[in-house]
């Protein structure tokens, strides 16, 4: 379900500060970049509000954020619905003991580690990340949330690409999106 | 200046909240890990809180965050004080037009980019990570706003390691941080 169907009136606000970038990072892909966004103090506090309307209330305990975008979003949304963040990150730079998931990019795959010990079983979290694309991140930091016993309740994405169906490819988990790009 | 000496009670718990790991990432080393801050609700608002009550008022349009950590830390402050986040990233990262800067590290060097655009001359800017360590990465960032005519009123951190003089290397600068890593 995204909330570009349901009209919200500060959607269209926050669409038009997402800025297309052509041919990056290679030929062929229109990046979408929310950087400007971030830019516009009003867009980017109606962004996080969306969320945290649909969010609050719901006895959700984890905001997971996947390094390094979801790490600008899931801060402001888990801090105002009283959540602990937990950053799902790229090997290597947690400290300390971590699990590990490894999932498939186009060409090679790669990993999403997250902290032992920073969620425990029976906790309600979300997984927010900038954009779903072909979903394999979020898949993976399910995954992570799901192998140490949490339920995972949504994953929240302000952007998503349909044609790379990635919503598809989240076991079932439903999606929440603001923006989608055709 | 710190909040050494007990100043704010909010502090206390701050500090208690962050983990050491040793010999992370190589022997030696005792890394400050703030991930398990960022798991207690009460004292991430603080934190967060600590940081807005000294900013907010002061005319501050920009709020720069050094990627990774500084992104978990400098939007939440951003937002409640009204101000712009700028992303300060590795190289690579940044679609469109970026400006670079080189920077020093303890074996080699290391660039940071910032967008062309992202802020104007006579803005008033904040810096925000996590620790400040030698300083180096801080210096790229204040020279990054510096090269567009930006004002950088203040580097603010959760952690300083006050040993390894990096506030020393801000020059006139000044510095703000929460806890002594010492």
Do not use: W
């Not at chain 1, 498939?104 to 029976?122: F, K, N, S, T």
């Not at chain 1, 929240?156 to 076991?171: F, K, S, T």
């Not at chain 2, 890394?31 to 398990?36: L, R, V, W």
């Amino acid at each position: 379900m995204s909330a570009y169907r349901d009209e919200d009136p500060r959607i269209q606000g926050i669409k038009t500060k997402i800025r297309v970038v052509p041919n990056f990072p290679k030929p062929g892909i229109m990046f979408q970049d929310i950087t400007t966004l971030l830019l516009d103090p009003k867009a980017f506090k109606d962004t996080i509000d969306l969320f945290v309307e649909r969010y609050k209330g719901k006895n959700i305990s984890v905001v997971a954020g996947i390094e390094a975008r979801g790490f600008i979003f899931g801060p402001p949304i888990a801090l105002a619905i009283g959540a602990k963040f937990v950053p799902l990150r790229k090997p290597r730079k947690l400290p300390g003991e971590v699990i590990s998931e490894e999932y498939i990019l186009e060409y090679g795959r790669d990993c999403l580690e997250m902290h032992v010990g920073a969620v425990e079983p029976g906790e309600r979290a979300l997984v927010v990340d900038d954009l779903i694309a072909t979903g394999g991140t979020l898949c993976a930091a399910m995954n992570l949330l799901e192998r140490v016993g949490a339920e995972v309740i949504e994953c929240a994405c302000l952007i998503e690409l349909p044609e790379l169906q990635g919503r598809g490819r989240l076991n079932g988990k439903p999606l929440y999106v603001l923006v989608e790009y055709q | 200046m710190a909040g050494k000496d007990g100043q704010d009670p909010r502090i206390q718990k701050i500090s208690s909240a962050i983990r050491v790991i040793p010999d992370f990432p190589k022997p030696g080393i005792m890394f400050q890990d703030i991930t398990t801050l960022l798991l207690d609700t009460k004292a991430f608002r603080d934190t967060i809180d600590l940081f807005v009550e000294r900013y907010k008022d002061k005319n501050i349009s920009v709020v720069a965050g050094i990627e990774a950590r500084g992104f978990i830390f400098g939007p939440p402050i951003a937002l409640a004080i009204g101000a712009k986040f700028v992303p300060m990233r590795k190289p690579n990262k940044l679609p469109g037009e970026v400006i670079s800067e080189e920077y020093s590290l303890e074996y080699g060097t290391d660039k940071m980019e910032m967008h062309v655009g992202a802020v104007e001359a006579g803005e008033r800017a904040l810096i925000i990570d996590d620790l400040i360590a030698t300083g180096g990465t801080l210096c790229a960032a204040i020279r990054l706003l510096e090269r567009v005519g930006v004002h950088v009123v203040e580097c603010a951190c959760v952690i300083e390691l006050p040993e390894l003089k990096g506030r020393d290397r801000l020059g006139d600068k000044p510095l703000f941080v929460l806890v002594d890593g010492a």
